[in-house]
């Protein structure tokens, strides 16, 4: 993808966000009528939490890609995943039974069809509208992507990632254990346990199986599947993780980058990460777009004003070299400043 190539992508995003706030408006408004204390925990997931949408919003530009829909995916799931994020940790609950519960929604979101379940059945607070109604607007927009039961097995695989690191990430103080008992099972040894979750942690590859899924034509899914993850994915929330570690440090919360035994050796894990990242996107169809999605991620969290308080300019600076991610930070600065994103 040349220079020009990726302005006219970042020209295209920028058109794009309005949408993505209009989709999270509808979901606002309902969430306003929900009881406390869910209201309050799903209008704080919109308002802190809005850059997950927006961030995996570019997938609904890729190339060939039916927009509406995929958008209107990407924003119900994502905002699914943000909801419960803030219902299993912001409300002193650590009972992974509820939890696996209220997940069951992110993995119905993910099948047309599928008749919607009791979510809050062992959780000591309920509602009736805001979850069962992001599941079904999801489910919707993905039974109308011509190519979707191809990519179904995909997707649910990371869907099933996902679901199992959230779940055993928030059960108090066993979480570490539940955690690493359920890697050291499901994942091979070749990468540190720790970038096996992170990589379960993202929602990026879900949300590029449903550009796909718009399109009609057929991908090779494995080919995929080993570029996302754990690579793709690892590197997106290592790097959210990152810029969080001042305050994760402060709460005593689980920071994935904590597990590396210095700031040299988790600047190597990264480089390698950002390395594997960039040569498995070459095997993918519109390797370009995959390879901007990289530097972006660079650029998105480099541009983080956490950034500059926790001093950790010089890593995005070595994780850019050589790339587009050095002239995407300085833009994704100035559309920051700009309140775009």
């Not at 409300?91 to 929604?105: E, K, P, Q």
């Not at 008749?115 to 999801?138: D, F, G, K, T």
């Not at 695989?157 to 990430?169: D, F, T």
């Amino acid at each position: 993808m040349t220079i020009r190539m990726q302005l006219e992508l970042i020209w295209r995003y920028v058109h794009l966000v309005p949408q993505v706030r209009n989709e999270l408006k509808i979901w606002r408004t309902l969430a306003s009528r929900l009881p406390t204390p869910l209201r309050e925990q799903a209008l704080a997931s919109i308002k802190e939490k809005e850059f997950h949408c927006l961030g995996g919003a570019v997938y609904a530009l890729y190339p060939g890609a039916n927009t509406s829909p995929v958008l209107r995916a990407i924003v119900a799931l994502q905002t699914i995943s943000d909801y419960l994020d803030n219902l299993c940790d912001r409300l002193s609950i650590t009972d992974d039974t509820a939890f696996r519960m209220l997940h069951n929604s992110f993995l119905d979101a993910l099948l047309p069809g599928k008749p919607l379940q009791e979510y809050y059945r062992y959780y000591p607070h309920q509602e009736q509208m805001y979850l069962s109604q992001l599941v079904s607007v999801c489910q919707k927009a993905l039974a109308s992507l011509p190519r979707y039961e191809s990519y179904l097995p995909a997707a649910l695989r990371l869907g099933q990632h996902y679901c199992e690191l959230q779940i055993r990430k928030h059960a108090g103080q066993r979480r570490e254990e539940l955690l690493l008992q359920w890697i050291n099972e499901s994942f091979p040894d070749n990468r540190p346990w720790q970038e096996w979750a992170a990589a379960s942690g993202s929602t990026l590859g879900i949300f590029a199986l449903f550009a796909l899924a718009s399109i009609d034509t057929r991908a090779d899914t494995d080919k995929f599947l080993r570029a996302y993850f754990p690579y793709i994915q690892a590197l997106h929330i290592m790097l959210d993780y990152l810029i969080d570690q001042e305050e994760d440090r402060e709460h005593g919360d689980l920071n994935f980058t904590f597990y590396y035994t210095s700031q040299a050796e988790l600047l190597d894990a990264l480089s390698l990460l950002v390395w594997e990242s960039r040569k498995r996107a070459m095997s993918l169809p519109h390797p370009a777009f995959h390879r901007t999605v990289i530097d972006g991620l660079i650029a998105l969290y480099g541009s983080d004003p956490k950034v500059k308080s926790q001093r950790h300019g010089p890593i995005f600076k070595k994780l850019s070299r050589d790339s587009s991610a050095v002239y995407l930070l300085p833009a994704c600065s100035a559309l920051r400043r700009l309140r775009i994103i």
